[in-house]
């Protein structure tokens, strides 16, 4: 068995084997990709530490190669691919501009492919979906990866039941998430998989992530939809979202840019594909569905989202999502 440093302290004293987490990188990887969910399982060792705990992973970069630069240009230094079959608990391919070429290197194909039979889980970030894709893991399975390389996947994999919208999706012993940043949400629901909701937000907490998403939740942000290339209503957008209590009429917002109802209308669903009455109801949406997952009262969130009613609420909520808010709130809160 191939031990990294984390291991070999355990097994010199330190408490109960650690779950080994290899994160597999190459050149040109996305830095984030591997530095986001590294940093959620280094976190939830800190904080099993303070607790004095052992601390529950054993996290480790590993590579072709002891030395990957990545997109961005800076260097990581990694341990070589360890032995196929060396004790393993989860393996996580990192995506990138470099993955592409990755796919193209049948040796790390095969070393991943065989890899995985050691793992009691694999999860990809990103476009590294393509890699694990490539080895056949994913046929037949439900995936994700960044909604900007689904078009190219598809053509690439059909196989894959590919779905665009999720932050990240699990079948079975096999989780993808989507791009970047989804890696961090990712590595947040296996410590919460491993260790409980209570680690997996003190985790959150800790790294001061905004929140700690489910991975049902849309990669794409209504407010980051709406916004255009010059920005022209930006500022109005923003006014929305801090005064969603408020009935929000076109006339008013027609007013707050300057505009006539008919010259506004026309602009606003120009600049955002959006008509200015569906782009209010969105963001009250996604601001109720926010308070969904955070256990507020659905009185409390119909007037702070201005819906009007509670029924309104369920219609609409029910249309957009496909399930009533009780039931998110349920599914999905604290």
């Known amino acids: ?62 590579a072709a190669e002891p030395r990957v630069v990545t997109s961005s240009g800076l260097a990581l230094e990694a341990e070589r ?107 947040l629901a296996l410590v919460e998989d491993d260790l409980g909701r209570a680690t997996a937000l003190a985790v959150a907490r800790q790294l001061v992530v905004f929140l700690k998403r489910p991975g049902g939740q ?7 939809e709406l916004q255009d290339g010059e920005g022209r209503f930006d500022d109005l957008n923003a006014w929305i979202v801090a005064h969603l209590d408020r009935p929000l009429t076109l006339s008013d917002l027609a007013d707050r840019v300057g505009m006539s109802v008919r010259s506004f209308s026309r602009h606003y669903l120009a600049a955002t594909g959006r008509t200015p009455a569906r782009a209010v109801e969105e963001l ?21 989202c201005g819906f009007g009613s509670e029924e309104t609420l369920r219609r609409a909520f029910q249309r957009r999502f496909g399930v009533a808010p009780q039931a998110y709130r349920e599914r999905f809160s604290a």
């Open 81 to 187: 691919l360890p032995a196929v079959d060396a004790a393993l608990d989860t393996l996580i391919v990192a995506g990138g501009f470099g993955v592409y070429g990755a796919c193209e290197d049948a040796a790390l194909v095969d070393w991943i492919c065989e890899r995985a039979k050691a793992a009691r889980r694999v999860a990809s970030v990103c476009s590294g979906a393509f890699l694990l894709a490539e080895t056949g893991l994913l046929d037949g399975r439900r995936a994700v990866t960044h909604w900007h390389r689904c078009e190219a996947f598809r053509k690439r994999y059909p196989q894959v039941r590919l779905e665009p919208d999720p932050i990240f999706v699990r079948d079975g012993d096999v989780w993808t998430s989507a791009g970047v940043t989804a890696g961090i949400d990712l590595a």
């Open 1 to 62: 068995m191939i031990l990294s440093w984390l291991d070999r302290q355990s097994a010199h004293g330190f408490g109960q084997m650690r779950r080994r987490i290899e994160i597999l990188a190459y050149p040109d990887v996305q830095l984030l990709d591997v530095a986001g969910p590294l940093q959620v399982f280094a976190s939830a060792n800190d904080g099993a530490r303070a607790a004095g705990k052992t601390p529950p992973y054993a996290p480790v970069v590993v």
């Open 284 to 304: 009250r949406l996604e601001a109720a569905r926010r308070m969904l997952e955070e256990g507020r009262a659905i009185g409390r969130i119909v007037g702070r």
């Open 218 to 224: 849309s990669q794409f942000s209504t407010a980051l």
